[in-house]
């Protein structure tokens, strides 16, 4: 069986099953942008965007929908609560050239779920397949679902939610292996998602998503719940070589080398010139701020670096700041001036998050540095 095969959404073919998953405040377009650069990644979904705001043509809303036509096949994932607003934004998002176009089914604030939407769509099945519907019958491009596997443990719905959509015309359900009670606490529920596949039967493909940060990860979900494709998240900001060398893992059960530290810095700055490109130098570099330190642990020691970087202002104190980080570092290699000596080397990428604070592993400690954990990055992780 090949675990890696292409996945067919609707009338969109993705080249192989990998899935950049919405990271609201991360997955923007230089992210994207940078993910597709490096390649195995098949669709990126763009961070939540309200339908109503959309609708307004409100300028944030706009920008989290910006693209370009190396941002491609993209999905913009719509939240909302109101049939005809989910109905004008799909067509909106579709006319800018969306390949696809996905519901959030994870919100649980108050307001939005009082009137049906977010997370009171897992426990409204016959009103959520009627948006979903409705959806459908108002564009061309497919239309898919985001749940959770339901609101707790006594109420997993997703199984008979996710067999309703494909019903009502969802293309493809992709499913977070935890419940809305768990937050991101426990590890992924691998049995649940079968269920989920199980119930849909083959109607349309189901992808599965929670805690894949590697390839062997990302096999043993495809094998243990028959999900036809996965959507990574973390994982992917972790390590956005994650999904190249998860592809030439399914397609060749080779596990290629991690990428290097000089790989890391190219396209560390290859992000960096892409924020600076898309949201102008001054907000392009606050933003970075926060992504740096994600490529930083894996560089081994990194406290010189996290310093400095999380208050850079502008594109030409980074060369600075990585000048100067580069010959910090040197006194952990070994005699080749390559590899990092193995005390103060990071562990091998590992299979578990965890809520470590960001940047509070800095490496040069080496207990500290061997740790594996990811962390949740910081956002408004209540919405899903
Ligand atoms: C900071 C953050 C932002 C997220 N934003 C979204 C979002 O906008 N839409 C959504 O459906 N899920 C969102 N999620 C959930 C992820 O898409 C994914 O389901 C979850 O992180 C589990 O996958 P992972 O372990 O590969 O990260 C977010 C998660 C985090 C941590």
Redesign the pocket.
């Known amino acids: 069986m090949n675990l890696g095969a292409d996945l067919q959404i609707g009338s969109v073919r993705l080249d192989g099953n990998l899935i950049l ?6 997955t923007n377009l230089p992210f994207r942008l940078v993910i597709r650069e490096v390649g195995g990644v098949g669709l990126c979904v763009t ?2 965007v309200n339908a109503r705001s959309l609708v307004e043509r409100n300028p944030k809303a706009l920008q989290l929908i910006a693209s370009r036509p190396e941002d491609r096949p993209l999905s913009v ?1 719509l939240f909302g609560s109101v049939p005809e607003e989910m109905v004008e934004a799909a067509k909106f998002v579709e006319q800018q050239g969306a390949a696809l176009i996905d519901i ?1 089914m ?1 919100c649980p604030v108050r307001k939005v779920c009082k009137v049906g939407g977010g997370s009171a769509m897992m426990t409204e099945t016959a009103r959520t397949a009627a948006l979903v519907a409705g959806m459908v019958n108002a564009v061309r491009v497919p239309v898919t679902c ?1 749940m959770r596997l339901g609101w707790d443990d006594d109420n997993l719905t997703a199984p008979e939610l996710a067999r309703a959509l494909a019903e009502a015309g969802a293309a493809a359900i992709m499913v ?1 292996g935890r419940t809305r009670a768990q937050g991101f606490d426990g590890t992924v529920n691998l049995p649940g998602i079968r269920a989920v596949v199980e119930a849909v039967g083959g109607l349309v493909p189901v992808i599965g ?4 940060t590697t390839p062997q990860a990302a096999k043993t979900m495809l094998a243990e719940t028959g999900c036809a494709g996965i959507a ?4 992917a900001f972790y390590d956005p070589w994650f999904f190249a060398r998860t592809r030439a893992y399914l397609a060749t059960g080779t596990l290629p080398p991690e990428a290097t530290f000089a790989e890391r810095v190219r396209v560390l700055t290859r992000h960096l010139d892409y924020m600076v490109e898309v949201f102008g130098e001054a907000h392009g570099c606050r933003l970075f701020r926060k992504v740096a330190p994600w490529y930083a642990r894996r560089f081994g020691p990194c406290s010189f670096f996290n310093k400095r970087v999380v208050r850079l202002n502008n594109r030409a104190e980074f060369d600075t700041i990585l000048a100067e980080y580069v010959a910090w570092r040197a006194p952990f290699l070994e005699a080749d001036g390559v590899t990092l000596q193995p005390k103060y080397a990071p562990a091998p990428l590992g299979e578990n ?1 965890s809520r470590a604070p960001l940047g509070s592993d800095v490496g040069e400690n080496p207990a500290a540095a061997n740790r594996t954990a990811i962390p ?2 910081s ?1 408004p ?1 209540e ?2």
């Open positions: 998953a919405p990271l609201a405040g991360y961070d939540l994932q959030n994870g985001k977070h998503n929670g805690d894949v990574v998240g973390r994982g998050f949740v990055p956002g992780q919405w899903w």
